[in-house]
């Protein structure tokens, strides 16, 4: 029989995970330590576990096969050389933000193409102002949209743009889809794109490659009418060459959920500039249905694990995704 240990610290949905993969395949031992200590001793013998696993608990664990990771994008320092170099299988829950994450990646291209923070400002002064955008408008039909990541959020990002007319640029490593409406390159390839692109827009996960793959460098290659678009990860970004670009006029904007340091700071530049909308780390905020989508990928995983079958959503541990 095998065991699998749902990690401290527990809430309600892994509390919730756990009773029901019990219930739903009973040929599982299923342990819920609810401290550091009492997980020590539950992963001696798992064979699987779901959360992250130390370096004091990868050593003592003498069966792990499979750890299923519960975010696509973890926290800096999940995978640790130990981790890394074991054999053990990572999985992750990618490809269950699609369309939440998407539809707020659409609410920035829609906003900032017809220049609403402009009118947004004007209305909190109480302004009839006709000509208060102050920035070029955008014809969708006639925009290019570049999307770093086309994976579970990029692709259905990159449906959405093709939807409304825009040309699609996908820029990634390992395609996974069949996207025949997207022209795609590879990331060494990126500085010859954005040029073309009115909308670049980021949905990658921090790895060692995609860590600050945006800075004043590639600011300059954009357009002046371009919008920097990121919802994926903070780390991707150096937000002050962000400002700078956006203050300089190098770039026309911005949409923003997540930044290199959360929250941002008070006095951080980027509040005060036109053109720019933030929002904080709240793209999934809210979405009910994402519980559920993440125990299905556990269900699923562990099923085809006790049959002996490959696992869905297979991590690249070197890579981090």
Not at 195 to 212: G, K, L, S
Not at 263 to 275: F, R, V, Y
Request: glycine share 6%; proline share 9%; aromatic share 10%.
């Amino acid at each position: 029989m095998p065991k699998f240990v749902f990690m401290p610290p527990q809430d309600d949905d892994r509390r919730m995970f756990a009773a029901r993969l019990a219930d739903t395949e009973p040929g599982y031992e299923v342990a819920s330590p609810e401290t550091d200590e009492e997980a020590m001793d539950a992963i001696r013998d798992a064979d699987a576990v779901y959360g992250w696993v130390p370096p004091a608990a990868l050593e003592a664990a003498e069966k792990l096969r499979w750890v299923q990771n519960p975010d696509a994008g973890p926290f800096y320092g999940y995978y640790y050389p130990e981790l890394i170099e074991h054999p053990l299988t990572i999985c992750n829950p990618r490809g269950i933000y699609f369309d939440h994450i998407s539809h707020h990646i659409m609410m920035f291209v829609f906003a900032l193409s017809r220049g609403l923070p402009w009118y947004v400002d004007a209305q909190r002064r109480r302004e009839w102002d006709k000509g208060a955008r102050k920035s070029p408008y955008i014809d969708l039909s006639r925009a290019t949209a570049l999307i770093n990541g086309v994976g579970g959020i990029g692709h259905e990002t990159a449906r959405l743009c093709h939807e409304v007319g825009m040309e699609v640029i996908g820029v990634d490593p390992r395609p996974e889809y069949d996207l025949p409406y997207v022209e795609f390159h590879t990331p060494d390839e990126l500085n010859e794109a954005l040029p073309r692109a009115d909308f670049v827009i980021t949905t990658v996960p921090h790895t060692p490659e995609t860590e600050f793959t945006f800075d004043a460098r590639r600011f300059r290659l954009m357009k002046p009418t371009a919008y920097f678009i990121n919802i994926g990860r903070g780390m991707v970004c150096r937000m002050d060459d962000l400002a700078d670009a956006i203050e300089s006029g190098e770039i026309a904007g911005a949409g923003l959920d997540v930044f290199e340091q959360e929250p941002l700071p008070s006095d951080h530049k980027l509040w005060g500039l036109p053109n720019v909308l933030i929002t904080p780390h709240v793209a999934v905020a809210d979405a009910e249905n994402i519980p559920e989508r993440r125990f299905r990928i556990i269900l699923e995983n562990a099923r085809r694990f006790a049959n002996g079958e490959p696992l869905n959503n297979v991590v690249d541990k070197a890579k981090w995704y």
